[in-house]
């Protein structure tokens, strides 16, 4: 069946700017994960969701990042004011529901390039 | 604070060579453990994951993990590497809300 899969792969955008990244999920997947992975580090947890609703969003670096899911399936991840720093791989991934036993399962990611 | 080390920044093995990968956790009770693999342009894949029960894990791919409560250790192994896994490996714990912790990784280079 259909994996997770992300969109764009590739996005370049210059400081200052708004990004959207897109999520969709494994149909019938509870919870959706979101993961941002710098250049030689291992994946570093962002925000969960579980159905529509944010279940833990404290590993957002701050006020400038966003996610929603509005119908329980895709997801948006937020990004406004970009600054360099923002540069990374971002991941997403989803479970047929959270807990520790689950198996969550990776997107591509999509690389941001912020100028 | 719940942890999980990789010591190794990247390994080197000949083809047809045994592996074997680190990773040492720290967790106040039974860890939850994952292997994954990342490919270039693929996303993260499990390789296998260790709940409780026999401490010796087989995965897919001919991965085996043994966890080592002694030595705080769940070492990733293979008997015999092929070129088609050299990629980067990262283990992962679940903590006690249920998220994701990662090692650094450690890029597997195979030598033909």
């Known amino acids: 069946g259909a994996g997770v899969s992300q969109t764009p792969s590739n996005k370049v955008t210059e400081k200052g700017k708004y990004v959207e990244l897109r999520c969709d999920p494994i149909?019938?997947?509870?919870?959706l994960y979101w993961y941002r992975q710098s250049l030689g580090q291992g994946p570093e947890f962002l925000i969960y969701?579980?159905?529509?609703?944010?279940?833990?969003d404290s590993g957002l670096p701050n006020d400038r990042f966003f996610a929603v899911r509005p119908e329980g399936s895709v997801s948006t991840l937020k990004i406004q004011r970009t600054e360099r720093g923002d540069s990374a791989v971002y991941l997403c991934?989803?479970?047929?529901?959270?807990?520790?036993?689950?198996?969550?399962?990776f997107g591509p990611g999509t690389r941001l390039l912020v100028l | 604070a719940q942890s999980v080390t990789q010591p190794d920044i990247h390994i080197t093995v000949s083809e047809g060579a045994s592996l074997e990968l680190r990773c040492n956790y720290s967790?106040?009770?039974?860890?939850?453990l994952f292997w994954y693999v990342q490919s270039p342009g693929q996303g993260l894949q499990l390789l296998l994951k260790?709940?409780?029960?026999d401490t010796l894990v087989q995965g897919i791919k001919g991965f085996e993990a043994e966890f080592k409560r002694s030595q705080s250790s769940f070492n990733l192994r293979k008997p015999s590497v092929h070129w088609s896994d050299a990629a980067e490996y990262f283990c992962?714990?679940?903590?006690?809300?249920?998220?994701?912790?990662w090692g650094a990784g450690t890029k597997l280079i195979i030598k033909p």
């Open positions: 969701f579980q159905g529509t609703g944010a279940a833990d």
């Open positions: 260790y709940f409780s029960g």
């Open positions: 992962a714990g679940a903590d006690s809300n249920y998220q994701l912790i």
């Open positions: 967790y106040g009770a039974t860890p939850y």
């Open positions: 991934a989803s479970s047929l529901n959270h807990g520790r036993q689950e198996t969550q399962y």
């Open positions: 149909s019938g997947h509870t919870a």
